[in-house]
Structure formats: C-alpha cells, structure tokens
C-alpha cells in the first residue's frame, strides 16, 4: 500500500475539496480524505472515498445548493429546548426529552462529521485507515471537531489515533443510499457514517425513535415513532428488532459489545417466550403475505393479525410495515375502505419511521389516492381465479 500525495487527482480539485490528506493506492484502488470546512454553513464534513465518488458527491445538491441544506429545522443544534444530553445510569450519555413529542414529531437533524466508503475497509490496511481517520478528524472546523472528539469510544482509548477510530467504530450509522452518489448502474453503496449530535441516543429494542437519511441534504433525521413524554430517554434500535431474544442480545455483543439490559431484554422467562414465538409468527406471516403467487394463503385476517402482534410486540418504528401489509391484503381483495385505512396509518406511522422516500409510504401514498388504480387492486382475486391477461404467474 502506497501513500499518495493529493495534488496528482485528475479531477478533483480546490474549491470542491479544499482540504485533503495524501491518499492510500491498492492496485488500481485509490482512497483519499476530502474535507470540506464549508459545508452547512461552516459546520464541514469528511470524506473518505474514491476520487471518482468525492467528485461526484460534490456535484450533488447538498453542495451545490447551501439552500438546501439550510433550510432543515433543528439542523446541526448543539442544544435545544427539545432534548438535552446527560448521563443515563449503566449506558454513558444519553438524550433525554425536554418536552412530550407526538408519533412523527421531529426531534433533531444532524449532517455527518465523516462519510466513510466501506470499500475503504476491504482495499486499505487497518493501520492505514486508522492514521488517515485520525488526520482527517483534525480537519473539522474547531467547534465541529470538539463535539466530534467528546463522543464515546464505549471503553479507554490510549492514542489520538485509537481515539478517533473508536469514536468512529462506536457511533457509526450504515448509510445504504443510492443517490449519495448517484449512478444507476451502480450496486447500492454503503457508507459508514457518523452524525455527532445524533450519536448520543442509545438502544433500546423497543425504540420510541427511528432515523432516516436525506440524500439531498445529507442529513439525519430523528422523528418520534410512538408518544414519548418530557424527562423519557430518547432511543433508537441498533438491531433489527424483529428478533427473538437471544439473537438480538447476541448481535449487540457482538457487535456493540456492551450486554442488553433493555426492558424487553429483562423481561421474565414467560414474556419472553411469548415475545419469542410472536417474533417467529411474524416472520412466518411475513414470508406469506409476500408470497404473490396464485397459490399464496395469505387473506385480510392475515394482515390483521400482522397489525396484532406488531401492536401486541410495540413494534413501534415498524408499525408501519404491518399496516401495509394489511393495506394490500385488503386491496388484493377488492375492499377499498379497509384497505385505505391502513395506506393512511402505513404514511403516517411510515413518514416518521423510514421517511418520505421510503417505498412503503410511496406505494401506500398511491393506494391511499385511489384505491381501484393500484396494482394490488383485486390482485389476489384475479390471481386466484387466473383473470385478466395482466396476471403473472
Ligand atoms: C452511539 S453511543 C450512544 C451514546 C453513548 N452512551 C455516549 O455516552 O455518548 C453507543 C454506545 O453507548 C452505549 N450504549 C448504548 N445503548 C446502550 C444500552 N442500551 N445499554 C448499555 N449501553 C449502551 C454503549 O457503550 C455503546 O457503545
């Protein structure tokens, strides 16, 4: 692994990256730092990526268009009257709610400190990445960078360099976005992602929070996805959390190292296999109700008890998958009135959750409008009784 200087970059130049480290070359591979102290407003972001990505991330409207990004509310805000950070026994930091939030309230935004190409991690050796991580962080404007460097490494650090590399480890979202940089012909890319205010909520299986990224203004969004009431923690789910215990505990050892202690994690031995067999239902129910085919069991009653045990499990960042569900249950059959019904909690449940770009609540949008032109209009029916020159098999 070579070290490269910055300035031999075809196509990347001053004033689309202003700051750069020199770049680590495997073969054809080639992986730089590039900082921008401008961005939102003087708040700057990191880049750790190929060239050809950093050029094509500068051409996307976060950087073209300031405006954009300017004009998310509760943007980047180191303090607020809607949560404030302290410590939660047994966790570190935490959030904490200032005030009650309804389902969908917003509860803050925040753009990244580093953006990290998880093609970084197979092509550039661990010691590399680390010393260029650690570089790039002292590129952050001065207020930006002190956040940065407050968060949590979750155990000692004994290095600026480990320093930054456990802050990024610990406190990393993985971004799946098309449309960071946005080819079509290209796989879905994941970037490994650090939001500094954000990374203060903690885990919680049974989250009252849910995130989603906007690709146009690379922002973080924090919406409440259940009542959340002044003086209650603030928590997000770092895991799938339609999970049966033992399977959750052990991803967040595994990969968060620290034991789950989470209510549903401490529940006793009867609620748990209770919460364990309604977890296995649900994906028992789930592989059913996707199945499309003419010979698929799934009906209503089905998505109903979907809505059930995702109600009965407060499944409450996903709520809005059981309602769709249910949603195009009712719609396969010909019932408009139930069907809309649940298109309209899905939006509303779904808008919080996964956002307004989330392919639920698009889909569910578009039911919602006008039932009868949806394509799961009568779609189990016709498939069942093989109508209409329109059905697949
Ligand atoms: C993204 S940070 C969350 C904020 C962190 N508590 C702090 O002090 O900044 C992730 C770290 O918080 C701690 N953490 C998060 N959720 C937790 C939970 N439910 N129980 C115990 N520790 C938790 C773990 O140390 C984890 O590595």
């Keep these: 692994m070579i070290l490269e200087a910055y300035d031999d970059q075809l196509d990347i130049a001053e004033p689309l990256w202003p700051i750069s480290t020199p770049c680590a070359r495997n073969g054809t591979q080639k992986y730089c730092i590039y900082s921008n102290p401008d961005f939102a407003d003087g708040r700057g972001i990191i880049f750790f990526t190929s060239p050809e990505r950093a050029a094509e991330v500068a051409r996307s ?122 080819r079509e012909d290209e796989e879905e890319e994941t970037w490994y992602t650090v939001f500094p205010e954000i990374s203060r909520l903690n885990h919680d299986c049974r989250a009252n929070a849910d995130y989603h990224f906007d690709v146009t203004t690379l922002t973080q969004h924090i919406h409440a996805v259940r009542p959340i009431a002044a003086g209650e923690e603030i928590t997000i789910s770092y895991v799938d959390p339609i999970l049966p215990r033992e399977v959750r505990r052990k991803r967040l050892e595994t990969s968060w190292h620290f034991p789950c202690s989470c209510s549903l994690c401490m529940q006793n031995e009867h609620q748990t296999n209770a919460s364990d067999a309604r977890i296995w239902q649900i994906l028992e129910l789930r592989r059913q109700l996707r199945d499309y085919t003419p010979g698929s069991a799934a009906t209503p009653a089905m998505g109903e008890l979907m809505v059930s045990l995702y109600e009965q499990e407060r499944l409450y960042s996903s709520m809005y998958e059981a309602y769709t569900y249910a949603a195009l249950e009712y719609n396969g059959v010909g019932e408009p009135w139930l069907a809309t019904k649940y298109a309209r909690l899905a939006v509303q449940h779904g808008l919080a959750a996964g956002g307004p770009e989330d392919q639920d609540v698009l889909v569910m949008k578009e039911l919602a409008k006008d039932p009868w032109s949806h394509w799961s209009w009568m779609l189990r029916t016709r498939k069942r009784m093989n109508w209409g020159s329109a059905v697949e098999q």
């Design 61 to 182: 409207s976060a950087f073209t268009n300031p405006a954009v990004v300017r004009s998310v509310p509760e943007l980047n805000a180191a303090e607020s009257p809607y949560w404030r950070v302290e410590y939660v026994e047994g966790k570190g930091m935490g959030m904490i709610a200032n005030k009650n939030f309804r389902i969908g309230d917003h509860i803050m935004s925040s753009t990244p400190s580093f953006m990290i190409d998880y093609n970084v991690f197979h092509y550039v050796p661990e010691n590399q990445v680390v010393q260029m991580e650690a570089d790039a962080a002292s590129t952050l404007p001065a207020n930006h960078g002190a956040i940065f460097m407050n968060l949590s490494t979750h155990d000692e650090v004994d290095s600026y360099e480990t320093r930054v590399a456990k802050i990024i480890l610990t406190n990393s979202f993985d971004i799946e976005e098309k449309g960071v940089v946005s």
